[in-house]
């Protein structure tokens, strides 16, 4: 059973940077695209970017030029680095892979568990 285990949430001032990283715990075999999504009280979940297998990313308008998409491929690892932190980018972030755990099964995506991102003003 494969899960995905992210890390790197907590409390920072505004203007301040955290790091996400999100691995799975379990085998995957094949790994699609690998994705960034955030969900504040009150709010709908919304994603906040995205990578593909090739390398390419994606970001809400939001978070252009403050966070950074990026991946491991040899560690089967996803990062989300986030600069110059706002109040309203306090959420609960989440990963999400879009892949497959063998070569006989479909793509499928899978969820972590959610990492509290809370920043200060």
């Known amino acids: 059973q494969v899960q995905l285990v992210e890390s790197g949430g907590g409390l920072v001032q505004a203007g301040g940077s955290l790091r996400l990283s999100c691995a799975a715990s379990g085998s995957i075999f094949s790994i699609a695209a690998m994705a960034w999504y955030r969900q504040a009280p009150g709010k709908q979940r919304e994603l906040v970017a995205t990578?593909?297998?090739?390398?390419?990313?994606y970001y809400v308008d939001s978070v252009k030029g403050r966070f950074t998409i990026s991946r491991d491929n040899a560690k089967d690892t996803v990062y989300l680095q986030m600069n110059s932190l706002k109040p309203e980018d306090t959420a609960v972030y989440y990963c999400?892979?879009?892949?497959?755990?063998?070569?006989?099964?479909?793509?499928?995506?899978?969820w972590g568990q959610g990492t509290q991102v809370t920043v200060s003003s």
């Open positions: 999400n892979w879009n892949a497959r755990s063998s070569r006989w099964s479909s793509f499928r995506d899978y």
């Open positions: 990578i593909t297998s090739s390398g390419s990313t």
